[in-house]
């Protein structure tokens, strides 16, 4: 059983920058991939970006690529989405997610997700 504990959301302005923590405890292990995901109101969770345990494998949406850059740091067993450059069609509650084995950006591959931290990007 693993728990995922996102923090940093909150209000930013377009053309800001934010990043985003997600925390992870239990039975992580070497291949322990994860990734983002986010959820606008009235649309369905997407896929916004996934990485590898070891950092070689990195995905990203093409919505946002160029501007959000997703990277870990394993000692501490946290996952961070820095947001860069923010628009208002970002504003969502964004999940982190894990899974053991390759990162993907395949919702139901993930077996661990958290609670989710809302953003909202104002213009």
């Known amino acids: 059983q693993v728990q995922l504990v996102e923090s940093g959301g909150g209000l930013v302005q377009a053309g800001g920058s934010l990043r985003l923590s997600c925390a992870a405890s239990g039975r992580t292990s070497s291949s322990y991939a994860m990734g983002w995901f986010r959820q606008a109101p009235g649309k369905e969770r997407e896929f916004v970006a996934a990485q590898s345990w070891n950092g070689l494998s990195t995905y990203y949406a093409d919505s946002v690529k160029g501007r959000f850059t997703i990277s870990r740091d394993n000692a501490k067993n946290t996952v961070y989405l820095q947001m860069n450059s923010p628009k208002p069609e970002d504003t969502a509650v964004y999940y982190c997610?894990?899974?053991?084995?390759?990162?993907?950006?395949?919702?139901?591959?993930?077996?661990?997700w958290g609670q989710g931290t809302q953003v909202t990007v104002s213009s």
């Open positions: 997610a894990g899974r053991q084995g390759r990162a993907t950006n395949k919702e139901y591959e993930y077996d661990d």
